[in-house]
């Protein structure tokens, strides 16, 4: 899929999920479609448990996380559950890590600590912005340097990364070239918090370039993501990734897949008795990759996938394909 190989480069893909509760058929798709990108092309494939966000973790859900995935016929190389030499696959258990990342953000003045809390950064927003990550930060203190951060120890505060001028581009593996600009688009964003720790953009990228990580297939709700973790691969002195992004799943009213959903839970279908390999099938028809639902198990198409041929609107999955799933006939 990739022209500027070369012929040393292995792929090496991952699945990363977070713990907060069980796999849904989007998840289910799109760690479908990442599985096979790799897989096709030799590739490696690497399970990381992404479980920073303390509020929404759940301690169960990891195994279940690993049991659905077995289940729908996915396999890995490298993870917590198998080990490897990039270990270990559960982002809590890599923090000092990150700290490293962090401590050259500040000795090369790339971040900055900033005191403004959520209200006054929502307040200092004048431009409207469609995103739903909220509005741009302002900029309010980005006068100090890092140096500065000894004084606030006594009040929580966060690093921000200082974003530069221009627009970041990519040449995406599912949506051809990209760009995006970062400063538009959430402004300098958080790397970390003295109180709470790393950000997702930080372990996301410290994390996949330790573990070699060369291919990045994932929802495009990350795609604004993107341009920041490319410039944190740069400040770092790293390479980024191809980055490949997989329209999202919604129901019939445009919405993404709730969580709270049970019946399109994966543990859910799998109770029900739903053959997985109808389920890979259907999948794999529903990405535009064949007519018809053909029972399948993920490795029986290796080879057979291309990404750019990926259908490129969201996935609407009514409850009438849910219900033939498991009635045995979509
Ligand atoms: N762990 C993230 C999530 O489940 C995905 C991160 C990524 O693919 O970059 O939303
Ligand atoms: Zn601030």
Known sequence: MRSDDSPSRRTVGRLAPSPTGGLHLGHARTFLIAWLASRSEGGRMILRIEDLDSTRVRAEARRGMID???????????????????????????????ATALDRLQADQRVYPCTCTRAEIARAASAPHSEDEGPSYPGTCSGRSADEAGPLHHRPFAWRFRVPEGVVSWDDAVLGPSIGDPRQVGGDFLVARNTIGPSYQLAVVVDDAAMGINQVIRGDDLVSSTPRQILLYQALGLQPPTFGHVPLAVDPGGRRLAKRDGSLKLATLRETGVDPRRLVGALLQSCGWSDSVQPAWPREWIGRVDLARLRPEPWVVTPEWIQSLQNGRP
């Open 68 to 98: 659905d995935l077995q289940w729908l016929g996915l396999d890995w190389d490298e993870g917590p559950d198998i080990g490897g030499d990039q270990g270990p696959y559960v982002q809590s258990e890599r923090i000092e890590r990150y």
